[in-house]
């Protein structure tokens, strides 16, 4: 299913396209990219676009990946001047006006990733070479958008990451084609370690319990990390089965470790499971070392928290947004998205509405399909962070979608802006309201530089254009 | 030493969900000679008449609250619960708190229903066909009760919790001689296996000292001439599939303050049960038991850091590991009897 149809020809055009690219002087903007509508992968043609919406829709991923859609759904309507127009009046990049993506109707198809890197590989496969999807987006599982990620590189289309987490994503397994506006591990122990030492103090003893595979370990790194540096200690790290659906026999062992924190490094029902398991072995109740033993969660949902129950109340995470905030752009989506399906939206779906808003105004600044033009317009220009000081610090600078003043970094194609930290609620009134805002941590909190150890080992290499 | 005994608790906790998927799979293997594998649905259908009860008993009607703001900047409706307007909020709250143990009473009339219809509408077209058909057919009726659930319910976990009373820890160790907290267990679990235990001996029991239960032991054993002895031995062995459905029914309602319940659960079990049936010896009741808590047990103390560390990744195999250990050396599973699934 995964294997890829580069031929020789398409290779040497391929490469030739690539080494074209490569070639061209910085100062080759969008109104020179306008000049070609064709010779890459998927060209439109002057009527309307087709974008890929890959997410889990079977699987035990299929409520989030749902989310994803509607917002999707709900992208695509206010890009068609269909709605209330939702961000598109608070984004700061006015490129967009209602009529589609450079005058084209956009037109959709979808496929399902059931969570599975082979299955989300065959369904992206299939958008692009049956549908004619020029750009692909999606998420829920980093293994996935890793091995979608690929794909769409191989293939010379745009591949915009809904939610994955994982450093590797614009770390080692990062691609010129590839973008991701969620926040990651790194960020996510960044933002949470302050909030836990101004809590629960320097001196803790922390027991990590973390999914055996790629996002997993990634947290684990990020985590241990930044919460060592104020002080914690590490008393053990346990890699669970992704399968694992009873965690009974991974929470015995922390009763009588010496440990006061646990960190799960789990997510969906993974987070339930463990979340739940600890709470009726009592370390919520515990005194250990003569402190209350405590519970933390680094990535929260807001759907797995609704699963969770009582079981989060006072249980701290993160997260990359959240309808809470007040901002313009979170209360225009809040509304529109409130408006059309009776909730509000989940941080999956915002990233995944502000990507497909994120790449149609890249397309329209850049004046072409050309996914080279739209990684140049992607990456920016010499934009930057106000109060970071870093070489590194320059890409495509907006606001208005929800989290502030954000950033696509041009050296890694991750969106660097504020992160949540977040506090299961005690009294919510009613089942969307689980979580609650503690802190916005700044984006200087959270940045790190592109050669940070734990994104080393990846090159983005050159933009693919395709066939 | 309390780390064992510990890792010993959670091993007859996980064995019991074993024991009862098993159990159920065995009655069936056992008397009607087929291979369901859509028994873990009939577990996960029993966890979702849990959640169907705890809606139930939460239905409400809502009221807006003018002091108070939805998400869009609207009147907040406030839900309130029908059955706390009607016996008071105290009563109320606490027929709601005990819908777990309530929808025991409500799944057993459903399980036995949906047995009885499983095996009349469709397992018994599949008596003489080949086990492959049987197993596509099972798997196949699986996958469609799972889906229709995802439909209707979701695909996230729904939180089921236990009564109040049964919420929190139980200091076990005090019991045993250790010191206070060094031991302490969660009381639903508890609460579970000795559960687990009633129903099996039940089972047994009723197998063993029933008339009933005499002439499916029978059937089992020689069906051809308990037919010829002119007892109806297919009747006898449809209310066996609707017990077994049964069992697994009230064993997923009484798992879900454990795990909270999603529409794959049924699946998640089902393979493990597999091999504990095939461990403990096909069409073997006791050794479906027994091996039920065996492999439970094994599978807590594979987990333990001490373990992992010496054999990395031993949790994730060892199942499958005792499995092929114990048919390479005793190739009808631990009490399997000669004759059963052989030609």
């Known amino acids: 299913m995964s294997k890829t149809n580069l031929t020789r020809r398409g290779l040497l055009k391929t490469g030739a396209g690539t080494g074209a690219a490569l070639a061209m002087p910085t100062i080759f903007s969008g109104a020179a990219w306008a000049a070609s509508h064709s010779g890459f992968t998927n060209a439109p043609g002057d009527s309307s676009v087709t974008l890929g919406f890959n997410v889990p829709q079977t699987g035990p991923y299929a409520d989030e990946g749902n989310d994803e859609l509607r917002a999707y759904l709900l992208a695509v309507e206010h890009l068609n001047g269909e709605g209330d127009g939702g961000m598109m009046s608070t984004f700061t990049s006015k490129s967009l006006d209602g009529t589609g993506i450079l005058g084209r109707k956009v037109n959709y198809v979808t496929g399902d990733t059931q969570t599975k890197s082979d299955a989300a590989r065959a369904s992206a496969k299939s958008m692009i070479e049956k549908d004619g999807a020029i750009m692909i987006s999606g998420g829920s599982s980093s293994g996935v958008a890793v091995a979608v990620q690929g794909l769409c590189q191989e293939a010379g289309v745009i591949f915009m990451a809904g939610l994955t987490h994982s450093n590797d994503t614009t770390g080692k397994d990062k691609k010129a084609n590839g973008f991701r506006h969620f926040f990651n591990a790194y960020m996510s122990g960044a933002a949470l370690a302050p909030v836990l030492e101004k809590t629960y103090g320097a001196d803790r003893r922390a027991y990590h319990l973390t999914a055996d595979y790629t996002w997993g370990w990634t947290q684990e790194e990020s985590i241990v990390a930044s919460t060592e540096a104020m002080g914690w200690q590490t008393v053990e790290k346990v890699r669970t089965p992704l399968a694992a659906t009873d965690f009974s026999s991974y929470i015995a062992p922390v009763l009588n470790s010496g440990a006061d924190v646990l960190v799960l490094n789990h997510y969906g029902g993974n987070m339930v499971n463990s979340l739940t398991n600890a709470v009726q072995f009592g370390l919520r109740d515990k005194q250990v070392n003569g402190k209350n033993f405590e519970i933390v969660v680094p990535l929260y949902s807001e759907l797995m928290a609704k699963g969770a129950g009582k079981n989060i109340e006072g249980v701290f995470g993160s997260t990359n947004w959240s309808w809470k905030l007040q901002d313009p752009g979170t209360l225009a989506f809040v509304k529109s998205f409130g408006t059309k399906y009776g909730f509000p939206p989940s941080n999956a779906a915002q990233t995944c509405y502000a990507q497909t808003m994120l790449y149609a105004d890249a397309v329209n600044r850049a004046g072409s399909f050309n996914p080279c033009a739209v990684v140049e317009a992607l990456e920016g220009d010499s934009s930057s962070l106000p109060g970071i000081d870093s070489a590194a610090n320059h890409g495509f600078v907006f606001d208005g979608l929800g989290n502030g003043q954000t950033m696509y970094r041009a050296s890694d194609h991750q969106c660097f802006k504020d992160v949540l930290v977040m506090k299961g609620k005690s009294n919510p009134d009613n089942e969307y309201d689980a979580l609650e805002i503690v802190e916005v941590t700044p984006v200087k909190q959270v940045w790190y530089e592109p050669d940070h150890p734990m994104f080393a080992g990846g090159d983005l290499g050159a933009c693919n254009p395709g066939a | ?343």
């Open chain 2, 1 to 343: 030493m309390d780390a064992i005994i510990l890792q010993i608790l959670n091993g007859l906790d996980k064995g019991s969900a074993y024991a009862l998927i098993a159990l159920g799979l065995t009655l069936i293997f056992g008397t009607l000679g087929v291979v369901n594998f859509a028994h873990g649905a009939l577990f996960m259908l029993g966890a979702f008449c849990a959640v169907t009860v705890q809606r139930i008993l939460s239905l409400s009607y809502s009221v807006l609250d003018e002091t108070k703001k939805d998400f869009l900047g609207n009147p907040l409706k406030v839900d309130t619960h029908y059955i706390e307007a009607w016996f008071g909020p105290e009563i109320g709250a606490s027929i709601i708190d005990w819908s777990v143990p309530l929808a025991i009473l409500f799944s057993i009339p459903v399980m036995i229903a949906v047995g009885f219809i499983m095996e009349r509408g469709l397992i018994k077209h599949f008596y003489k066909r080949p086990h492959a058909d049987q197993i596509l057919v099972t798997f196949g009726l699986a996958i469609v009760l799972q889906e229709i659930i995802k439909a209707y319910f979701g695909a996230n976990p729904i939180p089921t919790p236990a009564p109040a009373l049964f919420t929190g820890s139980f200091d076990f160790g005090v019991l045993i001689g250790f010191a206070e907290n060094a031991i302490t267990y969660p009381i639903w679990r508890l609460v579970y296996f000795i559960f687990a235990l009633l129903v099996i001996a039940a089972v047994f029991a009723f197998l063993q000292f029933t008339t009933f239960g005499m002439v499916v032991r029978a059937g089992m054993a020689d069906r051809e001439t308990v037919g010829l002895l002119g007892i109806n031995i297919d009747k006898r062995f449809t209310i066996m599939f609707a017990i077994a459905a049964c069992v697994a029914g009230v064993a997923g309602v009484m798992y879900t303050p454990i795990n909270s319940p999603n529409y794959h659960m049924g699946m998640d079990f089902l393979v493990l049960s597999f091999v504990v049936v095939v461990v403990g010896g096909m069409g073997s009741l006791p050794g479906a038991v027994l091996a039920g808590f065996m492999l439970g047990i094994l599978e807590a103390f594979a987990s333990m850091n001490e373990i992992k560390q010496f054999i990395p990744g031993i949790d994730q195999i060892i199942i499958y590991l005792v499995a092929i250990i114990i048919l390479l050396t005793r190739p009808r599973g631990l009490m399997g009897r000669k004759g059963v699934m052989e030609e």
